[in-house]
């Protein structure tokens, strides 16, 4: 194989690895998104009872 043909598999391989690591990535973020409780959910005030014994 000449320089020119595995310069260009070269940057085809980094092409398909840099895709696969974004396809990845968007399905991490959408993961964590379906996962993701939102801010109203975890803010709730809950009354502290530890100082209430009588």
């Known amino acids: 194989m000449d320089r020119s ?3 260009t598999a070269d940057s085809r391989g980094e092409q398909i690895q840099a895709a696969e690591r974004e396809a990845a990535r968007q399905r991490l973020l959408a993961q964590a998104e379906a996962d993701r409780i939102p801010v109203e959910e975890t803010t709730r005030a809950v009354p502290d009872r530890r100082h209430d014994r009588r």
């Open 5 to 7: 043909k595995r310069k």
